[in-house]
């Protein structure tokens, strides 16, 4: 049966790595003098009690994590980290309402970035910070982050990396995860402060460009300004954004073996990085085009806005640099497709992801050649390598299962008085965890605050099963995962 003990020895040790956070933003409210300094304050000993509570309940465990735990663990992390995050937001005030403060901290920490708070921009110093980091935290995973700094902590590691991890191949770098979970991390940093770095050259202030690096790399999208980027209303901020958002939209490893091992070539020749590629300027010149030809905008603007909002779509970062909700609604069509493909496998963006659809593509070419020839053997390869049967199952039971939940979601919304557009736009984007929705009730420079009560706390599941690739949450739910043997 499930070890409860270790469970709750990591969780608690969990709540001391978010204390430690906290107190991050706690020193951001001191520097500032702004009144969110009690808020900060009364978080951190709140979550550091309960975790002293987690590790007292915990204590003489073993190290050791069966598969069945590492699924409990994972999803439980998210879910405590989440409740536990939402304390600065009402301690504050900054959000007065429960389902709210749960809303915005699920969607921080799973980087999707959908807000329901109207206007940030009256939100002190540490509560933006915080915003900011939670997606940060959120962006290559909670406990993968553990795995990385405490390695002692989590004596399954396997075992948690394979229910964390997205993508149907979980690739790693070196023999000892540990080892693989620092490199990874540290180019995650490495990302972050390139970017915090660019932007402030580029005329942000430091805190500016810490909010929006954090965000960037975290393909997360919380802004600090109403208006996005769009705010400084420049073109080169904008470039640096599609840069580093598209970056966090690689495959970690192969940004690994190009950046350390210095193998540009092993990008260049990835099947995943290429249909990524191929998508993002596909896309871009279509909807450059009908930007060109139907709203009068002129070449460089037509351009730079269509390659940021389809990278920003893809990445399921949801920044916006121009409001997509005013274009021609063909280009809905084109965005609401890159939001659920996704970008790579092992990055930090949600969505389907490339290599799901580069193995559906070779499925669907296999098909034909079979009608062709019915006795060949038709082998799925993607760079060399062969994908057994078991994961094209996974990969098709993953699509109707996404179908299915978008279709549920969506309906139920029709039903609450949403329009079609919106509620079939909000559940692709909460289960590919992007952020914005198109459509002319909530826009896509928007918050949600509109929605009813019971549609939050509806798309909150859904926007944690779209950050765990669905299958660790769902699996919960069988009656056989709790089964004796």
């Known amino acids: 049966m499930v070890n409860f003990r270790i469970i709750s020895r990591i969780l608690g040790s969990l709540l001391f790595v978010e204390s430690f956070f906290m107190s991050w933003c706690l020193a951001i409210a001191i520097s500032h003098h702004e009144d969110d300094v009690p808020a900060f304050l009364l978080s951190m000993l709140l979550t550091f009690g309960f975790g002293f509570l987690f590790l007292f309940l915990g204590r003489h465990s073993e190290n050791t994590l069966s598969r069945r735990d590492a699924y409990v663990v994972v999803t439980a992390a998210w879910v405590v980290f989440s409740l536990f995050g939402m304390f600065p937001f009402l301690i504050h005030g900054s959000i007065t309402n429960l389902t709210d403060a749960f809303f915005e901290t699920m969607s921080g920490f799973t980087t999707t970035g959908a807000t329901i708070i109207d206007d940030v921009e009256v939100l002190p110093h540490g509560i933006l910070f915080w915003r900011s980091l939670t997606q940060w935290i959120g962006g290559l995973g909670i406990v993968f982050f553990t795995i990385a700094i405490l390695p002692s902590l989590v004596g399954g590691s396997v075992k948690v990396f394979a229910a964390e991890a997205t993508g149907p191949i979980k690739a790693k770098m070196h023999p000892r995860l540990t080892t693989t979970a620092k490199w990874i991390w540290s180019i995650y940093l490495l990302l972050t402060l390139g970017c915090g770095v660019a932007f402030w050259l580029a005329g942000m202030n430091w805190f500016e460009a810490m909010n929006y690096s954090m965000t960037t790399t975290a ?221 002319t009730q909530i826009g896509p420079v928007m918050s949600w605050s509109e929605l009813p009560e019971f549609i939050k706390w509806i798309l909150c599941p859904l926007m944690l099963m779209g950050r765990l690739e669905i299958m660790t949450v769902l699996v919960l739910f069988t009656r056989a995962f709790w089964k004796e043997n």
């Not at 091992?261 to 300027?281: D, G, H, W």
């Not at 039971?397 to 919304?413: D, G, H, K, P, S």
């Not at 609450?416 to 919106?422: A, F, K």
């Open 219 to 439: 393909t997360g999208g919380f802004a600090i300004h109403n208006e996005s980027t769009e705010f400084f209303h420049s073109p080169t901020i904008d470039y640096i954004s599609i840069a580093f958002q598209f970056m966090s939209g690689i495959n970690f490893t192969l940004l690994y073996v190009c950046i350390i091992k210095m193998r540009l070539k092993a990008l260049l020749t990835n099947s995943e990085f290429k249909l990524y590629i191929s998508v993002v300027v596909g896309a871009t010149l279509w909807i450059t085009y009908l930007l060109l030809s139907r709203m009068d905008y002129d070449l460089e603007r037509a351009f730079r806005c269509a390659l940021f909002q389809v990278v920003s779509f893809i990445t399921t970062t949801g920044m916006f640099n121009d409001d997509a909700g005013t274009w021609p609604h063909i280009t809905w069509v084109i965005l609401g497709v890159v939001m659920y493909l996704g970008a790579c496998a092992g990055s930090t963006s949600g969505g389907f992801k490339c290599i799901r659809g580069v193995m559906l593509l070779k499925v669907i070419r296999n098909n034909f050649r079979q009608i062709l020839h019915p006795n060949a053997v038709l082998p799925v390869k993607i760079n060399g390598i062969n994908i057994p049967q078991s994961k094209l199952v996974a990969l098709f039971a993953f699509f109707t299962l996404t179908m299915l939940m978008v279709l549920f979601t969506a309906t139920i919304m029709i039903v609450s008085g949403i329009d079609n557009t919106n509620a079939i736009t909000i559940a692709l984007s909460c289960v590919s965890n992007v952020g914005p929705t198109l459509g």
